[in-house]
Every structure is written in structure tokens, then in C-alpha cells.
């Protein structure tokens, strides 16, 4: 697909390549739905409209960033002249990048709540966002010598960017309780530190957190609703189904990364919450796609 080819409307969209990029200026005319099987950031250079997410709507405007995931259905109605900028990439993009880079990315995929709206929560990112685009548009059309290499460091920059705002728009409640600031930050830090196991143990975070160990499972419990070992172990099975869903790891690879004791004890902690294997949950998944 071409920098500058149209975007047609068809039920689903597929790429070809890893990653790809395209501009694309519309009038007022809609954008049907439709559904992709990769994922993509789409940022408002200019004009106004209405974003539809699986069927929510949210008025956009420029320096507006939205990030949408595999087999979302969206569409856009323009209501005045649009400047999109598209940047999409496959599992095979992902997989091709660097341990702590996939793991960035998870993050993103589970904390991403799928409701339509700009995921830059940070203003000063805006602008920046705007420049990363920019200076991508001006790479693409310029090509000069390693503008595929530089395109791609702009766009992992962008991720990185899309991940911070993120950790901005965390939900400040957890099963209808409401979460002060130092439970919060505990979530935060069980996101930040779940490939670190020790970390995680209950005495290392009394001590980083100033809280008894005794009474730290009680104190997580009381302010968000959950235990803290089992909300653990529930967010470290949520990072092993995005494994399934989006890359080719062995099951020993994945308990490996992920924690587990072995193969065998990630296979009896999915099944328990899950109600099915890691295997069979990856074949269901691929009988979907």
C-alpha cells in the first residue's frame, strides 16, 4: 500500500508488510465501518468529525491520537475536512521487536479500555505527537538514505509516548472501590515490575510502600476489592493471553518470561481462571481470527 493510496471501505483490512504508514485527506463523506486484523494509531492533523468504536461515538478535532486494536469495528464521519494519519503494524512488527519493547506494548494492550476518545491525557504530548507525525510525513516523501530505519525509531517513539498516557488514565476505581493514591501506585508498580517476580513478593513491597506485611494483602484488598496476590496472578495471566493472541511462543517461553514456575504450573493457573489450557485457548482464538 502505497504512502498516499486510498482507503477503501471493505468489511476487514489486512497489511502486507510489518508496518506501514498513509495520509489520507478526506471531505464530508463518511468512512464506513470496518474491522482489521492489525493494529493502528490514527492521528487527527485537522478537521472535525465523529469516531465510532464498536458502536460508541466521540467527537474528534485536531491533535487527537487513537489507538485502535485488532477486530475493533470503527468508522468516521466527517463533518469538515480531515487530515488522517494512519500508522499501522502486524504481529509481525511486534514480534521482531526487543523483550522490554513487547512487554511495553502489553501494557498497552491490557490497559487500553477500547472507548473511542484521544488517548493523549498529557497536553505537552499533543504537540509532540504532532512533531513525531510530521517529522514521519516529511521522511516518507523526502526519502533519503535510512528513512525506513528513522520511520520506524518515530513510530516506536509514538508507542512509547501512547504507553505513558496510558499509565495517566489507569481507572481510579478497581471493582467499584475507590482507589487513593498510594493504592493506585501500587497498581502501578505490579504493572511496571510484573516480569520481576521477587519485586513482587509481599515484604518488598511493604517496605517500598511503608505498609506491614502483615497487613499489605488487607490494606490492597480495602482499597481496590481484590487480594493483592490473586489481582497479581490475574494480570500476569491477562499479559499470557496477549502472548496467545499475538505472538508464536512456545508455552515454556511464555511461563518463563512470565514467571511461572514451569510449563506445567502456567498450564493449571490458566486452566483454574480460564476454564480451558493456554493451547486450547490459542486455538480458539486462531479458529476466530
Given amino acids: ?56 461515538k ?15 469495528c470503527h468508522s468516521f464521519e466527517v463533518k469538515t475536512t480531515t487530515k488522517f494519519f494512519f500508522i499501522r503494524f502486524s504481529n509481525i512488527y511486534l514480534q521482531a521487536q526487543h523483550k522490554e519493547w513487547v512487554q511495553k ?6 490497559n487500553n479500555n477500547h472507548l473511542p476518545g484521544c488517548i493523549l491525557k498529557n497536553t505537552s504530548d499533543k504537540q509532540l505527537v504532532r512533531s513525531l507525525v510530521e517529522a514521519i510525513i516529511r521522511e516518507q516523501v523526502n526519502q533519503q538514505a535510512y528513512h525506513l530505519d528513522l520511520v ?16 495517566f488514565s489507569t481507572p481510579v476505581k478497581l471493582r467499584g472501590k475507590a482507589v487513593n493514591t498510594t493504592s493506585l501506585d501500587m497498581v502501578h508498580y505490579i504493572h511496571q515490575h510484573i516480569y520481576e ?20 494483602s488487607e490494606y490492597f484488598k480495602t482499597h481496590t476489592g481484590e487480594n493483592l496476590q490473586q489481582y497479581i496472578i490475574q494480570y500476569r495471566l491477562k499479559l499470557v493471553e496477549i502472548r496467545l493472541r499475538h505472538s508464536d ?41
Fill in 152 to 167: 520506524q525509531q518515530l513510530i516506536n517513539t509514538m508507542i512509547t509516548v501512547v504507553a505513558r498516557n496510558i499509565t
Fill in 249 to 289: 511462543l512456545r508455552m515454556n517461553e511464555i511461563a518463563f518470561e512470565l514467571g511461572f514456575t514451569d510449563e506445567s504450573h502456567l498450564n493449571r493457573m490458566f486452566r483454574k481462571y480460564n476454564g480451558q489450557s493456554p493451547s486450547e485457548y490459542r486455538r480458539a482464538v486462531k479458529a476466530t481470527a
Fill in 1 to 56: 500500500m502505497g504512502f498516499y493510496s486510498t482507503f477503501a471501505s471493505v468489511e476487514r483490512k489486512n497489511i502486507y508488510q510489518p508496518f506501514e504508514v498513509e495520509y489520507k485527506e478526506m471531505n464530508e463523506c463518511p468512512m464506513a465501518p470496518h474491522r482489521h486484523n492489525f493494529f493502528e494509531m490514527v492521528f487527527i492533523l485537522d478537521g472535525t468529525g465523529v469516531q465510532c468504536i464498536n458502536e460508541n
Fill in 197 to 216: 517476580p521477587e519485586k513482587l513478593k509481599a515484604e518488598v513491597m511493604a517496605h517500598r510502600f511503608s505498609i506491614s506485611p502483615a497487613y499489605i
Fill in 58 to 72: 466521540f467527537n474528534y478535532r485536531a491533535d487527537q491520537l487513537f489507538l485502535l486494536m485488532p477486530q475493533d
Fill in 105 to 110: 506494548l502489553e501494557f498497552i494492550f491490557e
